[in-house]
């Protein structure tokens, strides 16, 4: 059922693809919380929970090996929203006040961090006017200090490491596994996870560091604030998250878990 993304995101406008990835991918796990909570209720948690658990680890597992030998960072970032849906219905899956809390908080960590990496992308296309690594040669960090510094922090977010918000995500929804007894499923979910961070890892490393002869772009204001207020909300929410949203969070998760 993801097969449209790669095409789609590589095709369509930067912050079309950003709405896609992020907002639209949203409402389609809205709309499988709520055929989850629904069977759940009606049929019990163990048939939509193996189901969507199963959805889930394979639709990581899937995306794993198209990111390590992609070459197009456009349906890179398209195969890697693949992976962060499996991460979403694998939570879902597991279910229980826990990965009921871990789902929610990942669906809006990762609304943020697709958010900025897309508009960084988008200034990268615009600079360089390709969206092939190998036509890139490097060096995006000192022809665009902003968006390749930014592109540099989105990226360490989204692929969950610490301290950034989706680490925390990720780690309650593995101590949820573990801690429902589902070991298989937590050690296929830390292999894909492995495998994607050294995918996108290697990739990033190779655009955005090096030496280049391209000149250096300049500041401008209306595009690159954007990606500067996305990239300050992404730090803080790694600390602290403002009381309300919190509790509306709690509040979502309470009516997924059924607590």
Not at 62 to 67: D, G, L, V
Request: hydrophobic share 55%; aromatic share 12%; proline share 5%.
């Amino acid at each position: 059922m993801h097969t449209w993304k790669p095409d789609a995101y590589s095709e369509a406008p930067v912050p079309s693809a950003a709405i896609l990835s992020t907002a639209l991918m949203n409402c389609a796990i809205y709309g499988l919380i709520r055929f989850y909570v629904l069977a759940s209720r009606s049929l019990g948690a163990g048939y939509p929970g193996s189901l969507t658990l199963l959805l889930g680890v394979f639709s990581m597992g899937i995306s794993a090996p198209f990111i390590l030998v992609q070459k197009n960072f456009r349906r890179l970032l398209a195969y890697h929203t693949i992976e962060h849906a499996g991460i979403m219905l694998t939570a879902l899956g597991i279910g229980g006040t826990l990965g009921s809390l871990a789902l929610m908080l990942h669906m809006t960590f990762h609304t943020v961090a697709k958010s900025a990496l897309f508009l960084c992308v988008g200034n990268i296309y615009q600079r360089f006017k390709t969206d092939l690594f190998h036509r890139i040669k490097g060096g995006v960090l000192r022809v665009m200090p902003l968006a390749g510094s930014a592109f540099c922090i989105a990226t360490l977010a989204i692929v969950g490491m610490p301290p950034f918000s989706l680490f925390q995500s990720e780690f309650l929804i593995v101590g949820a596994a573990f801690g429902a007894g589902y070991w298989l499923t937590g050690a296929l979910f830390i292999l894909f996870g492995t495998a994607v961070f050294g995918g996108v890892a290697l990739h990033v490393n190779g655009l955005v560091l090096g030496p280049t002869e391209e000149a250096r772009t300049g500041w401008y204001p209306w595009r690159d604030a954007s990606i500067l207020v996305l990239v300050i909300i992404l730090v803080v929410i790694g600390f602290w998250l403002p009381a309300p949203l919190l509790e509306l969070i709690r509040r979502a998760a309470r009516v997924v878990s059924g607590a």
